[in-house]
T-cell receptor, first 110, second 113 residues
Framework: RKEVEQDPGPFNVPEGATVAFNCTYS??????FFWYRQDCRKEPKLLMS???SGNEDGRFTAQLNRASQYISLLIRDSKLSDSATYLC???????????FGSGTRLQVQP | NAGVTQTPKFRILKIGQSMTLQCTQD?????MYWYRQDPGMGLKLIYY???????DKGEVPNGYNVSRSTTEDFPLRLELAAPSQTSVYFC????????????FGSGTRLTVV
């Protein structure tokens, strides 16, 4: 079983829709959590960190549920420019590198 | 600042050939990483380095070698290229204590035929 699992999608949504992605992680020695965004054929870039209390950045909301070992990303009022792959990323205690999920692809349609 | 620079951007290799993927950063970051990304998959760690002269294996090191003679440079060497090494290779760096904020290079797209 992969340490970080995501539904690959694609999620096809119309502009203006609200869409949510979940990510489950299997190792309880997890320390920090992040969402990265990757555009087609480009490098990943940090979208936002995920805090236990939940956090927002404009139209994006991230949540963490340590008891159930999952994190989520909610995107409100989707824009065409939100079309990308969203990578769930976990930092594990004692490791010097991040662990990346395979990503969830979002396609926002006009 | 150029950030993280990778060269070449594209390369086609024949089976059995060797090559070096170059990665240079000008941010004085101690930590550097090499990942590969196969189509529709996440990033897999090949090798990483926590400073000049120090390297360590990641999840998928077989068929690769690295060196870190300076803080700036972290080249990845492929010996005896195989079709299974067809992938996109990303180099990344970060400062100490800031785990999340990787700076990635733009990637090298490698095809082995």
């Amino acid at each position: 079983r992969k340490e970080v699992e995501q539904d690959p999608g694609p999620f096809n949504v119309p502009e203006g829709a609200t869409v949510a992605f979940n990510c489950t992680y299997s190792n309880s020695a997890s320390q920090s959590f992040f969402w990265y965004r990757q555009d087609c054929r480009k490098e990943p870039k940090l979208l936002m960190s995920v805090y236990s209390s939940g956090n927002e950045d404009g139209r994006f909301t991230a949540q963490l549920n340590r008891a159930s070992q999952y994190i989520s990303l909610l995107i409100r009022d989707s824009k065409l420019s939100d079309s990308a792959t969203y990578l769930c990323v976990v930092s594990y205690t004692g490791r010097r590198a991040l662990t990346f999920g395979s990503g969830t692809r979002l396609q926002v349609q006009p | 600042n150029a950030g993280v620079t990778q060269t070449p951007k594209f390369r086609i290799l024949k089976i059995g050939q060797s090559m070096t993927l170059q990665c240079t950063q000008d941010m004085n970051h101690n930590y550097m990483y090499w990942y590969r990304q196969d189509p529709g998959m996440g990033l897999k760690l090949i090798y990483y380095s926590v400073g000049a002269g120090i390297t360590d294996k990641g999840e998928v090191p077989n068929g690769y070698n690295v060196s870190r003679s300076t803080t700036e440079d972290f080249p990845l060497r492929l010996e005896l290229a195989a079709p299974s090494q067809t992938s996109v290779y990303f180099c990344a760096s970060r400062v100490d204590g800031t785990l999340a904020v990787y700076t990635f290079g733009s990637g090298t797209r490698l095809t082995v035929v």
